[in-house]
């Protein structure tokens, strides 16, 4: 029998991220399965179904507007029992969520070893990505092995005394996932959303795709997006899809604020591959998303990001990316100069890939081979 290897995620960022590493791992000598706490559920399911993973336990955690606190204690109770049953010689977690840093600190109280896919990533402000920065934080204390997706987030692992023998640099697997996708796509993969959204939206018009979820802008800042975007929309050439994160602080200021204008196109979430295919056929994305400011880049796509501060400075530096925070009139502003002058657009909208080449799950494994 080979080593054992759980891996453990629950939020749809998680999944699309650890999915097509599933798959890697699964084609290798170790043994391995897979637990989903389900912090998120129906954005959790649509990332399985996609990636055709069946887990071998699911928690089934989520509560309607769940607190934090709820959440560790729930998360912390069911993963010790799957803990006990399965024994792994590895945990494996991802990123910044609840889910990942109590299953990480729930290993070690077992004394069980534990990876930490996407590490090192810091903005040193523990407010901000609330709780996200210091989650972060946690997991790498805990961590005995760190998968960093630059050579900035080994350097930050470094600057806290993390061993240099136990951090890999492997780019980050949310591009080995989105190349996946965008090849599918290429081949003709298409689904009902997809034809949804090309009956609903003129292509002809410049096309601005937004997200938003970050619990720090909860209140005032979402109702600052709400406006920003409603100015935006002023413009008749411009066409706005806004697929809605089911987070109630969110979907409440929306639905109320946005829900009136024939240019905003509201959704529920986007399955993974309708959503790679909206990016693709964007023209510009505002967001407070991670996980999209690491793809847009990649797809060419210019980037406002809805934050103060970001623990994502690669693209930034490379200025393809922009922060813009909550400020209505920032955003506006920004996204009209876009919308109008072309020279700022070909200056941001340069195809660019600080955050990995494909091969991110390959240099997991390997890693893992020599090390584990
Ligand atoms: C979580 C993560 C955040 C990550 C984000 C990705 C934490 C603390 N937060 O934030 O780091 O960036 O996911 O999207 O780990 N809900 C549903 N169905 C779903 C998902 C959410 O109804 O499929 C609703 C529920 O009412 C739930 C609420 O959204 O209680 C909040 O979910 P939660 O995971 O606590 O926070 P997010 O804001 O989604
Ligand atoms: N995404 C998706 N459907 C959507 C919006 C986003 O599949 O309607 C994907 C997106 O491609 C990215 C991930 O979800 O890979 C980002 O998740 P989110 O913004 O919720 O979390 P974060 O990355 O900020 O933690």
Redesign the pocket.
């Known amino acids: 029998m080979g080593k054992k290897i759980l891996l453990c995620f629950?939020?749809?960022?998680?999944a699309i991220k650890m999915c097509s590493l599933v798959h890697q791992l699964r084609n290798s000598q170790f043994d391995v399965e897979v637990c989903v706490t389900?912090?998120?559920?129906?954005?959790?399911?649509?990332v399985l179904s996609f990636f055709e993973i069946q887990p071998e336990y699911d928690l089934d955690i989520?509560?309607?507007?769940?607190?934090?606190n709820e959440?560790c204690s729930r998360i912390f109770i069911k993963f010790d029992e799957v803990l006990n049953l399965v024994k792994p010689d590895l945990v494996l977690v991802h990123?910044?969520?609840?889910?990942?840093?109590v299953c990480a600190w729930a290993a070690f109280h077992k004394g069980i070893k534990v990876g930490h896919v996407e590490a090192g990533l810091r903005t040193y402000n523990k407010y901000a990505?609330f709780?996200?920065e210091l989650?972060r934080q946690i997991t790498g204390r805990i961590a005995d092995f760190h998968f960093a997706p630059t050579q900035k987030s080994r350097e930050n692992l470094i600057s806290e005394h993390v061993s240099p023998k136990s951090i890999a640099v492997t780019g980050n697997t949310v591009i080995d996932s989105l190349l996946w996708t965008v090849n599918k796509l290429e081949k003709g993969f298409t689904n009902p959303k997809i034809d949804e959204i090309k009956s609903k939206v003129d292509f002809s018009k410049k096309v601005i795709l937004v997200t938003g979820?970050?619990?720090e802008n909860f209140g005032d800042g979402f109702l600052n997006i709400c406006k920003a975007l409603g100015n935006i929309a002023s413009d008749e050439n411009v066409e706005i899809v806004f697929p809605v994160?089911?987070?109630?602080?969110?979907?409440e200021p929306v639905m109320r604020l946005l829900s009136d204008y024939k240019n905003i196109h509201l959704f529920e979430?986007l399955d993974y591959p309708s959503f790679v295919w909206m990016m693709s056929q964007s023209y510009l994305i505002i967001t407070d998303?991670?996980?999209v400011q690491e793809e847009a880049p990649s797809l060419g796509k210019p980037v406002l990001v809805m934050r103060e501060t970001t623990e994502r400075p690669e693209a930034v530096e490379a200025g393809t990316v922009c922060l813009v925070g909550t400020d209505a009139e920032l955003i506006f502003s920004k996204a009209n100069d876009l919308l109008r002058n072309n020279e700022s657009y070909d200056n941001m909208s340069k195809s660019y890939n600080p955050y990995g080449d494909g091969k991110a799950n390959e240099k997991i494994l390997e890693f893992l081979i020599q090390n584990l």
């Open positions: 629950g939020t749809r960022p998680e389900a912090q998120h559920r129906e954005m959790l399911d649509q989520m509560k309607p507007n769940q607190s934090l959440l990123g910044d969520t609840t889910t990942s840093s990505p709780p996200e989650n979820h970050r619990r994160h089911l987070n109630p602080n969110v979907q979430p998303s991670g996980g």
